[in-house]
Nanobody, 122 residues
């Protein structure tokens, strides 16, 4: 069973930055669309990136502050989060969708990480 493992979470203050990383050790990493979701209390889409990295999508609440990227040579997806706000507090999950398209629906994703907690204090 292939596992995704997020890293980079923690406790920060409002206005701080964090970078999440999530390696996905599969042979055909380039064949997956990748996404980040968060849960507090329900799970919501944060950002997604297509197989090539040429197309990205963001939730309105994070647009302009968060950046998703991927390194197909390292089989890793990243989420750079700037100007964090208390409302960004949540458990963050990376996910992989074996179709090359890009979806905001969690049910379209086939692999999930265990989640990493981010807490932003005011």
């Amino acid at each position: 069973q292939v596992q995704m493992v997020e890293s980079g979470g923690g406790l920060v203050q409002a206005g701080d930055s964090l970078r999440l990383s999530c390696p996905f050790p599969v042979l055909n990493f380039g064949g997956f669309a990748l996404g980040w979701f968060r849960q507090a209390p329900w799970r919501e889409f944060v950002a997604g990136i297509n197989w090539s990295g040429g197309y990205t999508d963001y939730a309105d609440s994070v647009k302009g502050r968060f950046t998703i990227s991927r390194d197909n040579a390292k089989n890793t997806v990243y989420l750079q989060m700037n100007n964090l706000k208390p409302e960004d507090t949540a458990v963050y999950y990376c996910a992989a969708d074996r179709t090359v398209g890009l979806s905001r629906r969690s049910e379209d994703y086939d692999y999930w990480g265990q989640g990493t907690q981010i807490t932003v204090s005011a």
